[in-house]
């Protein structure tokens, strides 16, 4: 999977993962939507954001959640 538009910047952010190198984290874009706000909002908020970004976003996240579970 590549995240093109994801990126991670110790100067930006403490280097958590980011949008564009801009300083909108991808946990705020992620949170935003988990509480309920449109894509409409998010770019009210965030007018620099595009579309692909808020995609990429949530792609990220779910990727976070692939992981194993092992149960003994």
């Known amino acids: ?3 093109d538009r994801i990126t991670f910047d110790p100067k930006i952010m403490g ?3 980011c949008i564009r190198g801009m ?3 991808v946990s705020v874009i992620v949170g ?3 509480h309920g ?5 998010i770019f009210a908020d965030y007018p620099d ?7 990429q976003a949530l ?5 976070l959640t692939q992981e ?3 149960t003994a």
């Open 1 to 3: 999977m590549m995240f």
């Open 15 to 17: 280097g958590r993962a």
């Open 23 to 25: 300083r909108i984290p």
């Open 32 to 34: 935003q939507i988990a």
């Open 37 to 41: 706000a449109t894509v409409e909002e």
């Open 49 to 55: 954001l595009e579309a692909e970004d808020i995609r």
């Open 59 to 63: 792609e990220y996240a779910a990727w």
């Open 68 to 70: 194993e579970v092992f």
